[in-house]
């Protein structure tokens, strides 16, 4: 018998935007679906979702779902395998605990680790892997895991498996590098979501993209990012590759979604959606097609440019309701110092034609990068200061923090551990004044957005005491106040 393990979220008290996030699995449950298909037994066990209410604390961390010993008690007795998802950098704790938990419980069996490469928020299991070793895991697959954590699990020659990591008499051995993505994904079967509590997820109320229904589902439409942005891990656990799905592969899940869960909001999670123009408007087109009253929200900061008013039309048409971008800094010398191309100018007109299509808008920005100074700082001010004119409806600014796989890694220090790795780094020495910058920068975009968009700004009450979120940060307050109230019941 095989044990998939999701691990617990995360949420740091003073990092709102970045952890706390119950983010569904996506990669694992393409890993549940794939297993499923193989005919390979084995028992999900969602850390998070099996009881999401349960808030304990952890230093200056929540921590929601099974303690270990609940984990355990859920692995078959039988097992001969248990599979760690390495999801977040912020739950690498959480992580590394439950593989020597397990490892203690379960000697015999052999630990895998397998990689999320489908979020900026994960970390490369690879720079990863001694600690991943020391804690008591046996292998580790670098990489999209779907197809070869089947070869793992069926007891293939680990030699002879490319791209793995793994332990062979006391000493660590690395297989032979290999083109460890999958270059078709309509291949893969479907996530199998059914094998998740997702009536606890609903339940919460709250989820990465604005939640405006009382369900929805994530979507993965593409994998990977072709840009090399040295903040971000993507680079290197994608190696800079975009891979789409077809269009119709993607609204043939959609409609099997609400055939399955009666599920209408999609919350579309890719690392860069927009990439191809003709994609998203034949995708568009083929939602209407087919008469789908669905509406989709892009979570993930896309690269704004790559649409253009046409697109737009099209997919506000199809029901595009949400769409987050990632402009990091307004200052264009801090940018080339990111390896982040962005074209301000007309960012600003895409957020004016979203803006007139009704669909709420989301600005992401980096402070605290490498050698940015006080003007590079005030001009992200300024831009989102214009920004506002234009429409957008949220900002979030996030503190430079150094993941494992980035550019950036060893290149800040002062951290204890992989979890203090977060959008609110405590722990960097010019913190409080990048705090300072941030808290003042948010209040000075609420007084814009009351100046320029007043009903916008009056409605956010509203939608956080209903429930029906049209932005993040509205959520986000509610998930706080949630997350804070659970841990003082549970304690």
């Known amino acids: 018998m095989i044990a998939l393990i999701n691990p617990n979220i995360v949420m740091q008290k003073d990092d709102l935007f970045g952890t706390g996030i119950p983010y569904l699995p996506v990669e694992l449950a393409y890993v549940a679906a794939t297993l499923r298909q193989h005919n390979i037994p084995f028992k999900l066990i969602d850390s998070f979702g099996l009881n999401p209410g349960k808030v304990t604390k952890q230093d200056s961390q929540f921590v929601q779902g099974l303690t270990d010993e609940e984990i355990l008690a859920e692995i078959p007795a039988d097992s001969g395998c248990v599979v760690v998802y390495c999801g977040l950098v912020v739950t690498f704790r959480r992580i590394t605990q439950i593989i020597a938990s397990v490892k203690s419980r379960f000697p015999g069996a052999k630990i895998v680790c397998i990689e999320n490469t489908q979020q900026v928020t994960a970390f490369s299991i690879a720079e990863a892997a001694p600690k991943l070793f020391e804690a008591g895991a046996d292998i580790i697959v670098v990489g999209d895991p779907e197809f070869r ?50 009536k606890n997820y609903w339940k919460l109320g709250y989820a990465h993209a604005p939640l405006t229904s009382e369900k929805y589902i994530p979507l993965l439409t593409s994998r990977g990012c072709p840009f090399g942005c040295h903040f971000c891990v993507i680079p290197a656990t994608n190696q800079r590759r975009w891979t789409p799905r077809s269009a119709k592969n993607v609204v043939d899940e959609m409609e099997q ?16 959606p927009t990439i191809r123009k003709e994609r998203m408007i034949e995708l568009s087109k083929e939602i209407l097609a087919r008469n789908l009253k669905v509406s989709f929200k892009f979570g993930a900061g896309t690269k704004i440019e790559t649409l253009d008013e046409e697109t737009i039309d099209w997919m506000a048409k199809a029901g595009l309701k949400y769409l987050s971008c990632s402009p990091e800094s307004g200052s264009p010398k801090v940018l080339k110092a990111m390896d982040k191309p962005f074209n301000h100018q007309r960012a600003l007109d895409l957020i004016r034609r979203l803006n007139r299509n009704s669909v709420t808008t989301q600005a992401c920005f980096v402070l605290g990068y490498l050698n940015e100074t006080d003007e590079d700082r005030k001009l992200t001010k300024n831009y989102i200061k ?9 900002v979030a600014l996030f503190i430079m923090t150094p993941i494992p796989g980035t550019y950036t890694f060893d290149k800040v220090a002062g951290y204890d551990n992989y979890s203090q790795l977060t959008f609110s780094p405590r722990w960097r020495a010019d913190f409080k004044a990048l705090s300072s910058f941030r808290i003042k920068t948010y209040a000075m975009f609420l007084l814009w957005k009351l100046r320029y968009h007043p009903i916008k700004l009056l409605k956010q009450p509203f939608n956080f005491v209903t429930g029906r979120f049209n932005t993040k940060m509205e959520m986000t307050a509610f998930r706080w106040l949630k997350v804070n109230v659970l841990s003082r019941w549970s304690g």
């Open 257 to 272: 979604r609400i055939k399955t869960f009666g599920v209408t909001e999609f919350h579309i999670e890719d690392l860069n």
């Open 386 to 394: 214009e920004l506002t004119k234009a429409g957008i409806d949220e």
């Open 149 to 198: 954590i089947v070869d793992v699990l069926s007891g293939k020659n680990l030699k002879g498996i490319k791209g793995l990591l793994y332990k062979d008499s006391g000493k660590i051995v690395k297989t032979e590098p290999a083109d460890l993505f999958i270059k078709n994904v309509d291949d893969l079967p479907f996530p199998a979501w059914d094998l998740f509590p997702l």
